[in-house]
């Protein structure tokens, strides 16, 4: 009950009309389904319950869209990543917001396209997507995703550093 607006409004927001009335429902009831069943795997050291939560959600979606159309073509999380960090809300952003907003797409655009993946389906999650099926989809290890990651993190704050869009941090000590 916490977590099914953040849900539904996520799928909503990533396939739109895709989903067919009442099919919202059906990944929300799958969604609690598969939390139950894999309770136990459930780690809040790595990511938010909802993070977690809407991850599933996502998955469940794109299986059940696939199961009740025969012509229709799972989409990639890239795919998704980029539709879901569309932001479309109400509020307008300030003139600094979008030039941050700008100068990031930029400099992910500039990554190669591992890492690329990475950023938009960590985005596209909330938070850090499963190394384990990044590997899968993209043809690699899980340590070349975790690498990539952690490449691409370095390269995104380095450069928006230069751009002047962090305070710096006071020294420790």
Wanted: with cysteine.
């Amino acid at each position: 009950r916490k977590h099914g607006g953040i849900i539904k409004g996520t799928v909503r927001k990533v396939f739109g009309d895709d989903l067919a009335p009442g099919e919202e429902e059906e990944v929300l009831l799958r969604t609690a389904t598969n939390a139950w069943q894999y309770a136990a795997s459930y780690d809040d050291s790595k990511a938010k319950l909802s993070t977690w939560l809407v991850s599933i959600a996502l998955n469940e979606a794109k299986d059940l869209i696939a199961e009740n159309r025969g012509d229709y073509q799972l989409v990639d999380e890239e795919v998704l990543a980029l539709r879901f960090c569309d932001d479309d809300s109400d509020e307008e952003p300030t003139k600094k917001e979008k030039k941050e907003i700008r100068d990031f797409k930029q400099i992910v655009s500039r990554l190669p396209k591992l890492q690329q993946a990475i950023i938009r389906a960590d985005l596209a999650c909330y938070g850090v997507a499963g190394a384990e099926r990044l590997a899968e989809l993209h043809g690699t290890s899980k340590n070349s995703i975790y690498v990539s990651r952690n490449k691409a993190r370095s390269t995104i704050k380095r450069e928006m550093n230069k751009l002047g869009h962090f305070e710096p941090q006071p020294a420790k000590g």
